[in-house]
């Protein structure tokens, strides 16, 4: 998984060594807070338990991240960049709308529940920080444009059932992020069955009926 | 609204004057402890607060709710009941399962966002105490089979689409659920509009096309 990550962060952002050695470190540090988070909540994480749990002395903890509130960031912002990197895929291939949903769905669900990012998107809490959170506010605001105007265009192409594009969005939406809150890594389903199931579900919700 | 909730509680446990009453109180209770988690979190709330919040004494307070975790279960506990007394209703209608469950679904949105216990639901924690969580753990169990067993009766009679019942559940309580966490109160849409576009989206996923 990690190697998928960074595959997907160096296509995308063109990174050289230097940058992709702090990104390794990043998500090293996310999962040894994933940890720490789940036991003790966000609220109750301190730094210092989070370097000890990612065997580093605080001083390069703090190198690294100069809060809990920016580790946090780190993850969401993520989450929100590969999210955004299939949305403008949606938006630029050709060919049925609902398709390009499903694969939108899918890869959606699997940052939510895959990898270090998906473990750790279940603390549901916002970066406090000014700024770190209006970057991630902002982020998020994009991404439900974007959502909304491709239902906009399914249903101007006849694909999709007549409805209010916001509605329908918040039930897709909906559909996708619930999955953390039931999803058991440990449990029968691979994360690609759960993926494509519940991105199914999310773009029937869409579609013309006949 | 808690008109409407005691016309419910009424008529489907035949509460008397006493049992009414008690109701009043611990939803006003409910409705002050919401103000103090909102501000301060559940895990930095305390009795004393809410207490003072609701206006009462502390022993008042004792009197109706042993810690703040029997609050949360009370607000839980509620919105189960409701949720399940609706399932039941889903399950002895006659006629097209997907307008049964367009009903239920409607039902279970307006739990979440209208009432005392709607605002409440945002706290997204569960009870602690040993008892209490695996009531409400039970409860829900129970409220899952339920769903799963009606979207295999669409499927039987051809209404809905040839899928898992499993998987389906879980969009289709995604689509339900993640709607605290958009709706605003004091936004343009009223709470059935809310509920009925929602719910539209949530049975949608099911249907069969054509």
Known sequence: MDQDLNKHSNETRGMNRRERKREEACLDILGAATQVFRERGFAGAGMREIAA??????????YYFHSKDEILYFCQDRTLD???DALQLARKTRGPV???MMTLAMTHVLCLIEGVEGTAAHFEVDPVTPGLREAITAKRERYKDGICALIA???????FRRC???FAMRGFLGALNWTPH???PDGPDSVQEVARHIAEY?????????
Chains 1, 2 share one sequence.
């Open 53 to 62: 749990a990612a065997g580093l002395s605080a001083a390069t903890l703090y």
């Open 82 to 84: 590969r999210t955004l």
């Open 98 to 100: 609902a398709e390009r």
């Open 153 to 159: 265009l399914g249903i101007r192409r006849k694909e």
């Open 164 to 166: 209010k594009p916001k």
């Open 182 to 184: 039931w999803y058991q």
């Open 202 to 210: 999310a773009v029937a919700g869409l579609l013309k009926r006949g």
